[in-house]
């Protein structure tokens, strides 16, 4: 039925000039997603037939990153003639049997959610309106198309600020850039848009004006909550609506049972997933795909990208991506768990501890100082404080092998590639380079040689030498009393 069909035009060819940036405008990210990735996940959640982005600043770049993310978005180019206008016009040439509505959105505004926009979609469809706007009533409409309506309160045209005239401009209801169209009406009155404006371009929010003059009627739907027209043209307007697309994200958690301790400091990604009863602790920041059980205790200070964290886990003052974190495990404060870590259950990975490519099997602990590359450690196994695995020769990274419950001394280098048979022992200070045997003990390090009286006869008038003769002399004392 043609009154239940959509399409959905995400507006995305402009320069974002403001930003100033390499980076095009949409492809900035907060929250672990572009701005228009934004806008797509929300449009891929309204049940739309058609789902196309309109492309030109930057074409390539901005195509590839949207085609990555959602492949069933159309990619349409715009020409060179310039404007919003324009650009709806060539989506909807590329989508010629199309007769629905057409929700249009724009790449820079990311905080529209999809109950929100499924309402207004209902709304211009209740109202039976040819077309229906969006609009905000706010504090500073500067920049903004501001909405002038006629003597019955209906809405009558759009008028850009760069057009407006003094008293037009001092109006405080906004055009938010969020439309629903009839898409007959468009194909009907946007050829006739010219570009004889301030900006020389074909402006969509023309259209209202064509449409009521042919004696249609144009809707407007006034959002009580403003923050979702915000759109960002700079980055200051990145940054606050970063913010408040977080603040959104932080009460959905805490909502669902987190304990989130200071959702000004706590930062988390869409995409990140939290179990009830996880707590976070201040200046904390869950990014990307990141999953925690519950019950999981991670902050102060920390950063997890990409990571799985079990339950009951403790992560303190720490930064670890692309880690697994087993259930009960403990990490930090101040560990470094780079890409491919693996920690068991009830394992440790503790105080300025960097690890890397490495699973560390359950119970067993990391627990001090210590660089772990490339490794495999059993079950139950405790590295003594320093434990350094040298991994690298120049030319290619080599493993080392650790087995169930081994126990190793402090300040041992592993020269790999090296294995450690179940239930070794080394000695302090080892630089273990061949293979230990399961329940042995290895030791590398000479039998120590006492070089009597060595200071005194070397370092005669220094301090040293003074204290080892008082050392003497009290010695002798002892021995004649
Ligand atoms: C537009 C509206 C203005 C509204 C404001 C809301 C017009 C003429 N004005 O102004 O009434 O208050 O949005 O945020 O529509 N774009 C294209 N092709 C173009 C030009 C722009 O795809 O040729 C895209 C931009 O990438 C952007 C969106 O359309 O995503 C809006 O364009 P922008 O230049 O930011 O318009 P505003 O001046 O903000
Ligand atoms: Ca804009």
Redesign the pocket.
Known sequence: MTENRLAIIV????Q?TRMKSKLP??LHPIAGRSLVGHVLTTASHLGAEHIEV?V??ERDQVAGAIVEQFPDAVIVD?DEI??????VEVALDAIPDFDGDVLVL????PLADAVTLSAFVDEHRAAGAAATLMTAVVDDPS???RVIRDGAGGVDR?V?QKDATTEEAAIAE????MYVFRASALREHLPAVGVDNA?G?K???DIPGLLRGAGQRVAASVVSDVTV?F?V?DRAQLAEVGRLLNARIVRRWQLEGVTIVDPATTWIDDDAKLAPDVTLMPNTYIAGATVVESGAMIGPDTSLVDCEVGQDAVIRRSDATLAVIGAGANVGPFAYVRPGTVLGAKGKIGTFVETKNSQIGAGSKVPHLSYIGDTTIGDRVNLGAGAITANYDDIAKHRTEIGDEVHTGSHNVFVAPVRIGDGAKTGAGAVVRKDVPPGALALSVAPQRNVEGWVEKNRAGTGAAAAAVRAGEAANRETAE
């Open positions: 507006l995305a060819a402009g974002g405008k949409v309109v030109r600043h715009q310039p404007g919003t206008g324009r650009a724009s790449g820079d505004c920049g903004y198309g759009i850009e906004i055009n938010a850039g900006q371009e402006y969509l929010t027209t759109g043209n």
